[in-house]
């Protein structure tokens, strides 16, 4: 089992040798390097099953196939994301409820029903936060008062020595 995990990495880390292999015959389809095409696109829902599948492995009690597991569920939420597709609902709702039943509990260690770290554990809601739409609202800001200035008094020019000269001959 440990050997077949580690094998899904390296193969998830050459996907785009593999995509550009599959579409031998039309160059055109992978100019791209950031769109998948079409025969990525089907390698990608492919792989929705197995992403599905290793959601469900993160409660394994072997270490080392829980660090695998865990590895080749991060590296293919990347693959996922530099893609631009987004895994099935079901898949990212397992996660979600996994995740937060797991920090209700995390005030108990004898509660704590998974071998993940926390540190595991935020580094897959990070990784779940990559493909959530949520835009937040924010209210515009109060106008702010205007701030009160004494209205600008009108101050006479101040006379020259002449005007002043001819002001007192008058």
Known sequence: ????????????????????????????????????????????????????????????????????????LTSLLARFNDAWISPHHETTKNLRRFIDSAWQKKDDPRQWNSRLDPTRFLTLEAALDEFEDAVEIVPPPAPAPAPRVAPKAKVPPVPTKEEKEEKVQR
Not at 21 to 39: G, M
Not at 45 to 58: A, D, I, T, Y
Request: aromatic fraction near 6%; charge should be positive.
């Open 1 to 72: 089992m440990r050997g077949a995990l580690i094998f899904g990495r390296d193969m998830l880390a050459t996907w785009r040798v593999i995509e550009k292999a599959a579409n031998f015959r039309e160059p055109t389809a992978v100019r791209d390097t950031r769109r998948l095409s079409p025969i990525g696109k089907q390698m990608a829902n492919g792989l929705q099953e197995v992403l599905l599948e290793l959601s469900r492995r993160l409660r394994l009690t072997d270490e080392e196939l829980l660090h695998q597991s865990f590895a080749l």
